[in-house]
């Protein structure tokens, strides 16, 4: 596993790309969830988003442990 990432020069911590790459992909799914209505199973929205992040934060990191490894 690498720690960070080095973009011309400028040393980013690997959890703030993977980061970056979860948050892109929650825009995507709440857009896609709010589209197909299914917001409207849910109890509290706000709390749903955090876990949805947490969530897609958690393979975003561990496919980037498998492929960098």
């Given at each position: 596993m690498t720690g960070e990432f080095d973009?011309?020069?400028?040393?980013?911590?690997?959890?703030l790309a993977w980061a970056a790459i979860a948050l892109l992909a929650n825009?995507?799914?709440r857009r896609l969830l709010q589209r197909l209505g299914l917001y409207r199973l849910v109890w509290?929205?706000?709390?749903?988003?955090?876990?949805?992040?947490v969530i897609l934060l958690g393979l975003v990191a561990a496919l980037g442990n498998r492929?960098?490894?």
């Open positions: 973009l011309h020069g400028v040393f980013v911590p690997a959890l825009a995507l799914l509290h929205r706000p709390l749903f988003d955090l876990a949805l992040f492929i960098l490894a």
